[in-house]
């Protein structure tokens, strides 16, 4: 009879069990918040499930250059923490996600959200052509001024045709010529000097005044043209050149200024016009700061650059910038070829004499 109620009792037990602990589970299971991870905090997406916005951002520079520093050290944490962590900024240096015509397709298509760019617009945009003339800015300052005034405004007309928006712009610093081991007397003699440069008509006329017959060549293409050595140099910012390692094929820097290369921080019109108001702003106002913090440590950078690449058995030559620009700008009146590149023209050099009658 004590067995009989033993078993009776060991039945219940497994039926009990049977009946509560899934129950029990379900219950626990349904409490228990889904958690996931966004930048180190925690957030729930239970009942309030966030919705994150993934920001890409592409661009061409190494990851120790100016421009990418700046986009790590202030415009991921603006924009992240200012979003209350609902934006990731996710940033591409190196041409990861493709060269610069690449990315810049995929931010007008929507499948990159921001990228910078720089001498690809110029094949785009008459404006951006402009301010890229040989010898029409002289400092750094004098371009960050003009630029963010209405001046740089005018100078982008257009690019919202193409299906992006400019935020910000920033610099990727004066260019000037390095080449492998030919002095500029030893070049001058030789003759037919062929240059790696941007597809601009404009400069490849300015750089055959120098003495050097241009050859196009897209950034991300500059690394393989060199070690061919199927030119004779490139022109290139120093700090580019240097991080890039691309000093390390060249003996001679001649300090040339021929012109200040700008870039712009980029957005597609899809993600933008995705986005409601406040975060339009947060993204734009961290881009004008980042770019702005970019300015700072490129000009930091540079006060170093000439005696780390002298360190590195680079030699500077320094020509007769002078001469150069008599012979050039008076070139202007040719390639400013319509009435609105005339116009843009115009206004930028009347804006520097007011700068430098300010400064006197």
Do not use: C
């Amino acid at each position: 009879m004590a067995k009989k109620r033993l078993l009776f009792i060991f039945f219940l037990l497994i039926l009990i069990s049977a009946y509560l602990v899934p129950n029990m589970l379900a219950h626990y299971k349904k409490e228990e918040p889904d958690l996931q991870r966004v930048n180190n905090i925690t957030v729930s997406s239970n009942k309030e499930k966030v919705d994150l916005i993934i920001l890409k951002i592409a661009h061409y520079f190494p990851e120790s250059h100016p421009q990418h520093i700046a986009l790590v050290q202030k415009f991921i944490p603006l924009v992240e923490e200012g979003s209350n962590w609902k934006i990731r900024v996710e940033v591409y240096p190196n041409s990861q996600l493709g060269g610069e015509k690449e990315y810049i397709q995929g931010v007008r298509n929507g499948t990159i959200e921001m990228g910078i760019g720089g001498q690809s617009l110029a094949e785009l945009l008459p404006g951006f052509k402009v301010i890229e003339f040989p010898y029409l800015f002289s400092s750094y300052d004098e371009a960050k001024r003009i630029l963010n005034s209405d001046i740089g405004n005018k100078a982008t007309e257009g690019l919202d045709a193409l299906g992006v928006y400019s935020l910000a712009w920033s610099l990727n610093g004066f260019r000037q010529i390095s080449t492998y081991d030919k002095s500029s007397k030893e070049l001058e003699s030789q003759g037919n000097n062929k240059i790696a440069t941007t597809f601009s008509t404009e400069n490849a006329e300015a750089l055959k005044v120098i003495g050097f017959d241009a050859v196009p060549t897209h950034v991300e293409e500059m690394s393989i043209t060199l070690k061919q050595k199927a030119v004779d140099g490139h022109d290139n910012p120093p700090l580019l050149s240097y991080y890039n390692g691309w000093y390390e094929t060249q003996k001679y820097i001649f300090i040339t200024n021929h012109i200040i290369s700008p870039t712009m921080y980029l957005v597609g019109e899809k993600f933008w016009t995705s986005l409601p108001e406040e975060y339009k702003v947060l993204i734009k106002n961290a881009s004008k700061e980042t770019a702005d913090y970019e300015t700072e440590l490129l000009k930091d950078a540079e006060k170093d650059i000439f005696n780390t690449l002298k360190s590195k058995g680079v030699e500077m030559e320094y020509p007769d910038i002078a001469a150069y620009k008599e012979e050039i700008m008076p070139l202007y009146d040719k390639w400013a070829s319509n009435n609105t590149m005339r116009d843009l023209l115009d206004e930028i050099i009347s804006e520097k004499e007011k700068l430098d009658n300010h400064s006197n």
